[in-house]
């Protein structure tokens, strides 16, 4: 688990993402959970797919590709301001991944303790329901 971009912002985020590149050469999964909902999202997106398919040609195999973003619905929630423009943003960054030989666009609702989320009569994502997504995804 790690972040996957910093893009030219180090002095801006810090450096944790710092290597992300050589992480790939072992990785058999890669989960990217799509947030930020900025021109830079779609920057980062078409990195890190850049990265993953120049990494399969070059160890000659396949590497699944997970997207996971919020719903339609669910991102007035979480920024509620520019709300088709970021619409169109997370469409663009699942086009992008899309171009890759083995990926899965997971989109879904917040994600929030399964209590909460049965309280709201389903309206929201459990902890448990986004992990057994990702499993059945990392599996298939």
Do not use: H, Y
Request: aromatic share 4%.
């Amino acid at each position: 688990m790690r972040d996957w971009d910093g893009g030219d912002l180090l002095d801006i985020v810090g450096k944790d993402w710092v290597g992300w590149e050589e992480v790939l050469e072992k990785a058999d999964v890669v989960v990217n959970l799509c947030g930020g909902f900025t021109i830079q999202r779609e920057q980062a997106q078409q990195r890190l797919s850049d990265a993953i398919r120049s990494t399969e040609t070059r160890n000659n195999r396949v590497i699944k590709q997970i997207i996971i973003a919020p719903t339609d619905e669910v991102i007035p929630t979480l920024s509620p301001v520019a709300i088709s423009a970021k619409v169109k943003r997370l469409a663009q960054c699942e086009d992008i991944a899309n171009a890759g030989k083995d990926v899965s666009c997971l989109r879904m609702g917040l994600v929030v303790p399964d209590a909460q989320a049965q309280a709201s009569g389903g309206k929201w994502c459990t902890g448990s329901d986004f992990a057994q997504l990702c499993i059945e995804k990392i599996n298939a």
